[in-house]
């Protein structure tokens, strides 16, 4: 195979978008530096141990959240910035506890 056909080759399977990696590294290097990124991290080891005790499936958890499966997934991989609405669906579907503030 001569080296222009090997180019040819290489451009044919060559993809038509521009890849994202870029703009993900960034994007998780700004959650780092913004901290929210180790909260989610937290949670979804937390909701990942509450499953297993509780012998939930994704698709139960995502029936009591009426969400996809999906998101439960993107929720378990840890790098989800969560709302408080999404935390607290999350405390009232596992009977657990999230978030706890003090007020004075």
């Given at each position: 195979m001569t080296?222009?056909?090997?180019?040819?080759?290489?451009?044919?399977?060559?993809?038509?978008?521009?890849?994202?990696?870029?703009?993900?590294?960034?994007?998780?290097?700004?959650a780092k530096n913004n901290g929210w990124l180790s909260y989610s991290r937290k949670i979804a080891i937390k909701i990942a141990v509450v499953m297993k005790r509780q012998n939930l499936t994704r698709q139960d958890v995502a029936d009591k959240l009426c969400c996809s499966p999906q998101y439960v997934s993107r929720l378990l991989k840890g790098e989800e910035n969560l709302s408080l609405e999404t935390i607290c669906k999350l405390e009232n579907a596992l009977n657990i506890p999230i978030l706890q503030c003090e007020f004075a």
């Open positions: 080296k222009k056909e090997a180019i040819e080759r290489l451009e044919k399977l060559q993809s038509a978008s521009l890849s994202s990696w870029r703009d993900e590294e960034v994007r998780r290097k700004n």
